[in-house]
């Protein structure tokens, strides 16, 4: 089992940044694949980025390509999402995921989920 708490949304201007944080509990986070996705007002959940266990290979939705960067700290058992050059497109809860599987880019590829934080883009 694993618990999952996102933190760092919050408003932003269009063009800035913010850095979002993904803490989880347990003694078994490096052996989980992380993702993040996000889900605006009358939108599906969509997939934003995914890193492997070692962390040597990320994905990335193409509309944030270049933008956002996932890493992960194994010692300190949390994952994170640079977003740089925000949009207001960008608008939506992000939520940070955890799964057993290899890497997927859907929503149902993942086993635990956190309870999303806010980001809000202005133009």
């Known amino acids: 089992q694993v618990q999952l708490v996102e933190s760092g949304g919050g408003l932003v201007q269009a063009g800035g940044s913010l850095r979002l944080s993904c803490a989880a509990s347990?003694?078994?986070?490096?052996?989980?694949?992380m993702g993040w996705f996000r889900q605006a007002p009358g939108k599906e959940r969509e997939f934003v980025a995914a890193?492997?266990?070692?962390?040597?290979?990320?994905y990335y939705a193409d509309s944030v390509k270049g933008r956002f960067t996932i890493s992960r700290d194994d010692a300190k058992n949390t994952v994170f999402l640079q977003m740089n050059s925000l949009k207001p497109e960008d608008t939506a809860v992000y939520y940070c995921?955890?799964?057993?599987?290899?890497?997927?880019?859907?929503?149902?590829?993942?086993?635990?989920w956190g309870q999303g934080t806010q980001v809000t883009v202005s133009s």
């Open positions: 995921a955890a799964g057993n599987r290899p890497v997927e880019l859907v929503p149902r590829g993942y086993d635990y």
């Open positions: 347990g003694r078994t986070f490096s052996s989980y694949v």
């Open positions: 890193i492997r266990r070692s962390g040597a290979n990320t």
